[in-house]
DNA sequence: AATGAATGAGCCTTCATTCAT
DNA sequence: GATGAATGAAGGCTCATTCAT
């Protein structure tokens, strides 16, 4: 019983290994438990017992809990945002560019909890393990230039309200497909989740692109 | 003296106890703590050393850990759903009555970040231990019954659009104000605090009645 | 045997504890062990298998390995000062006094190696643990008072060198009576273990005192 | 990045390396670091930090922990007694002869800390490791030898006791040089630093010589 | 009603060392 | 001759919890 797991199980790989694609495993199941139960709640042990590796490897690769934990927030942040790059939004119409990016921001959180979660989990610590990411700044700046640049042609097509913000666009943008994600659990719990079926997703959709276009549009 | 700090975890209160200011005294600091570390970053001695108590006064009150974090949580959702029921909206304008409704969400959300913190929390847990209270789903249909009280009200009176589901409604005005206080960290350091200035919580506040508005309205 | 140490032997006590025994019996083993193996080179589970105690009562009273290697250096420091302070050589003739300090302090080194080993580690760490003892510089003062008081009265009655200093004698005794222990295994080793036989080490007594009686000396 | 000090150990020197230097180097740094912290307290890591080499070149040429420590010892003792035998103390006036070597052996001691340290740590060993060590014993009769002769003529001319044992006199000057330094921190906590300022220790040398002195001249 | 003492299980981390080329 | 990758075992320490009064 108290040895069954440290030495019942032998589980070195026998094929050959690549350091990369270890580093990569483990990464992939840190961020995996580390989405599920939050840094503290997550065990290194926990970690390793989901791939072909011990424990002491994780130390190897990445020095300490922490420093996984990090990597796994920071590479989580810029795949995020490189997708967010890959739409090429510049010289659609305004609004359609808008309503794309609100689409796809809503998609896109949907498909990635795990990354939700991983944010979540950053804020219950203010932010504290992020705040140590260099990268994190400059990475996050880009969104907000792609959505400026819709604003300002929106603004002098006369399309877009004068006094839209970028800053405030991305937050509500953020806000409404965040929670989406964030909260279905207790949302649920609390209110029934008609609002997560398939079809409640999809009336969900098409209503914060209803409402995000309306705000931004000018009163007649 | 070395090990003060060690044995001193029965450093106890030498005046006659009050056995309910000894459980309030518990409830308050857990759920400042719960709100900070989430559960499985909170320890009981966490908990026990805020206040003049042993930690075996926890496990005497609240049987355990788990007990202790699933009252915590009871109370912070009704005194929450209390101070809603507080507003009396009934027989007002219904755009009136939802923009003081979204702006008192908002005020509140802002105003008790703990509560916002521990949500999160379970949400990260998927909800696991708000399921296993019984009050909760009764207690939040009632915000429901308001809102359907309202949108009936604007509906008959032409005001509001007649596909608008109280429901989602809902879901809109807690999206917005929950991710204004549960993201704020991690907005911050990618986009700055500027909308975390006096200034800009209240243009935000003010967008995002405008938004909430606006999507009810109907398009003339 | 991963676990036979761990799982195998059930090692709680079935008499009532007292506390202050379980406190006492740690100290008692954690001196033994640290003596014979340095601060390092001591593990936590070695003192706790030596007494009938599990490691986990090590930190429970002293906190932590640290705590516990300062309280045993602490008090292996006291109880060696309050053995001086009870010879009583006051009154004596000066030079039958410093002989019997001599002897005194040649034999009690002599019994108390754990004492004199516990030092030789503190001076591997240049100190830094006995640094944090406040107690130490305080009852080390007292044995140079009773030191100055045997040269004044030397030197008053002209059997003692007016430039003999108490702390250069106390010193030099320290010095002949700390080696003779400290380095017992090397020099056995280098030179063979003629001096630590009974004869040797009474040849070796007799002729430091002399060293010392005859350093003190005026030079006729 | 965060796992450059987990995975650095590998940060090798890029320039062609001479094994000799190496060794020399590895030899050096545990020195050092066997000294200042003893042999349970040294990592192995702690080494190939403090030179550009991993961790895995020390296994490649001292074959183990042990094995590394034991070259230093060895390394350390022989340089030691090396450097007494470049004294020519025969021809010379006994007592000068004797003076000579009292202060060389002062003056030596304090200059090699490291090995003072280094042995201080054999100690709390009981030796176990110098025992290993097959030349010891051989190298160090050769300082008695010296001893003896100096010691013979001046029994002959009548200027030494006849009772001088050569070994006691070697643990005697052993004693007084070894505890000036081993002893230096803790005796300086206690009892302030004065006797390790540069006149104290002008002081104390001049002292134990004539303590050595005095104590091989037969009384009058 | 309240508490001091005690504890098994588990935590993250570091250790000296070897494998395999 | 030299090295990057890997590892079993043990390290100190903390955890939520219970025993016994």
New interface residues.
């Given amino acids: 019983?108290?040895?069954s797991a440290?030495?019942g199980q032998k589980r070195t790989r026998s094929w050959k290994q690549d350091p990369d694609a270890v580093r990569a495993d483990i990464l992939r199941a840190a961020k995996s438990e580390f989405a599920?139960?939050?840094?503290?709640?997550t065990s290194v042990k926990d970690i390793a017992d989901r791939i072909q590796t011990s424990r002491r490897m994780i130390?190897?690769?990445?020095?300490d809990k922490e420093?996984l934990y990090?990597?796994v927030l920071e590479d989580a942040y810029s795949s995020i945002r490189q997708a967010e790059m890959e739409l090429h939004l510049d010289g659609l119409d305004p609004l359609e560019a808008l309503k794309r990016l609100v689409e796809f921001t809503f998609d896109h959180h949907w498909r990635n909890s795990d990354f939700i979660?991983l944010?979540?989990?950053?804020?219950?610590?203010?932010?504290h393990y992020?705040?140590q990411i260099k990268s994190?700044?400059e990475t996050?700046?880009k969104v907000?230039d792609q959505l400026t640049r819709i604003c300002n042609a929106g603004k002098k097509e006369g399309r877009f309200r004068e006094d839209i913000?970028p800053?405030?666009l991305?937050?509500?943008i953020?806000?409404?497909s965040?929670?989406?994600v964030?909260?279905?659990?207790?949302?649920?719990?609390?209110?029934g989740d008609?609002?997560y079926t398939d079809e409640g997703q999809a009336?969900?959709r098409a209503?914060?692109v209803?409402?995000?276009l309306?705000?931004v549009t000018p009163k007649?």
Same sequence: chains 1, 2, 3, 4.
């Fill in positions: 019983m108290v040895n440290a030495v599920k139960k939050g840094l503290a709640g130390f190897y690769y990445f020095g420093g990090r990597k979660r944010v979540m989990g950053e804020n219950i610590h203010d932010g992020m705040k994190m700044h996050n700046t907000i913000e800053l405030q991305h937050w509500e953020s806000a409404l965040f929670f989406n964030s909260n279905k659990a207790t949302f649920s719990i609390n209110f008609e609002l009336a969900l209503r914060i209803d409402c995000v309306c705000s007649t």
